[in-house]
């Protein structure tokens, strides 16, 4: 009885390790996907411990909205890791402060998990890439098509079943009317459209999913060449950034072709991966394929992901305590996400120049 009694008391701090929220530390506050964690920390998915915001009347917002106790606010990220201490940062400021998060949070041990795309620019890539690797830290890119069950079911139909032979193109659309057109907040709509703290408009807003998705359908080979064409349709709106961009990445024996674009009708992320012997198309809610053209196109619908695959913080909070690992070919990985702002930054001397790009091997 006594070493029952003994056993149950040396488990039970290791149940509530792997049971307890993740102790999370948010960086930033103006990107409009941080109500994602502000909804999962009023959910008890994870717990915030600190958030560090220099604009005190977007925080307290926020904060209010959600129920975030304002003791919990900080003006810079160094005092709220050294006050608060988290097991992990989650970076919601403009896509050029992640290197600042990565260089603050990396030799403190503290995991980073940033927004879509991993970087401002390649040489910001690098600098973070040499950070994490150094520090031995889980530098993480959360794209929400990474929790489309459909993308996945389509890999597998692609790569584990063989059903479609091998992959001669892919085509993916992202993107939705504009983001002043849909009414994001104008924290948010500031450094979005500003060429420097985004890197660009829609081709770096919008381009990434589809670099990110088709890096990862090819098992992260890095592509021969990258061409890219953008414009500004809607210059009187968006005068620093272009707002529509078409991206062709050319492989040894297949092509992509990625549209990116602020001028759509309405919002789409969906994808079409065409093989030798058929197709399979992929959005949130299910796919269409073709496997024999006597059968016909057919349509299924597909499930959320089950837990942790289906949520960017229950993923975090498992891959930090090792009860799953990410492999080098996951589309949260960084090295998936290293290929992919080769691909985006590529598109992007290619837009500027009118030439095609080649990609040293």
Known sequence: MKILLLLMLLIQPLVYAQQRPLRVGIAGMTHGHVHMILRAASQGTVEVVGIAEPNRELAERLMNQYKIPLNLLYPNLDQMLERTKPEAVTAFGSIYDHLRVVKVCAPRKIHVMVEKPLAVSLDHAKQMET?????????????????????????????????????????????HQGPKEIGVN???????????????????????????????????????????????????????????????????????????????????????????????????NGIRYMTDQKKGE????????????????????????????????????????????????????????????YLNK
């Open 131 to 175: 950070l994490a690797k150094d520090n031995n830290i889980h530098l993480l890119t959360n794209y929400e098509t990474t929790w489309y069950g459909s993308n996945h079911h389509a890999y597998k139909m692609i790569h584990g079943d063989k059903q479609f032979g091998d992959i001669v193109k892919m085509v993916v659309h992202d993107g």
């Open 186 to 284: 104008k924290e948010f709509l500031e450094w979005l459209t500003d060429p420097v703290l985004n890197g660009g408009g829609a081709l770096m807003d919008f381009g990434c999913y589809g670099a990110d998705l088709i890096t990862w359908l090819m098992k992260g080979e890095r592509p021969i060449s990258v061409s890219a064409i953008t414009q500004q349709i809607k210059p009187h709106i968006y005068p620093k950034v272009d707002d529509e961009a078409t991206i062709l990445v050319a492989y040894p024996k297949a092509q992509a072709i990625i549209q990116a674009s602020w001028n759509w009708p309405y919002s789409r992320k969906d994808m079409e991966v065409y093989g030798q012997t058929g197709y399979v198309m992929a959005d949130k």
């Open 298 to 357: 057919q349509q299924e619908k597909i499930e959320l992901r089950s837990k942790p695959y289906d949520d960017p913080f229950n993923f975090f909070a498992a891959v930090i305590r090792g009860n799953i690992s990410v492999s080098d070919q996951d589309l949260s990985s960084l090295p998936v996400n290293m290929v992919a702002m080769e691909i985006l930054d590529a598109a992007k001397q290619s837009a500027k120049t009118g030439k095609v790009i």
